[in-house]
């Protein structure tokens, strides 16, 4: 399973870096042109936590610092 939320399934995403050139048309320009456009990745805030799961069993797990902030999660 690797690096992914146990609670929200949140996981590396792959996105693009665009760099546009060129002066904008309202400030009197032919426009902004893509010159490039380089892959990266967004990664999600994942926390190596303990939590205590249903059946009261204590379980170490992958979890978004969101579900942690929303409660979504139970530490032990």
Do not use: Y
Not at 6 to 27: D, E, F, M, Y
Not at 56 to 68: C, P, Q
């Amino acid at each position: 399973m690797g690096r992914e939320c146990a609670v929200t399934g949140k996981k590396t995403t792959v996105g693009r870096r665009i760099v546009r050139k060129g002066l904008s048309k309202k400030k009197g320009g032919i426009g902004l042109h893509v010159t490039s456009a380089t892959k990266r990745k967004f990664k999600p805030n994942l926390q190596r936590v303990k939590i205590r799961t249903e059946n009261g069993t204590v379980k170490r797990v992958w979890v978004s610092a969101k579900a942690l902030r929303s409660g979504a999660v139970k530490k032990a």
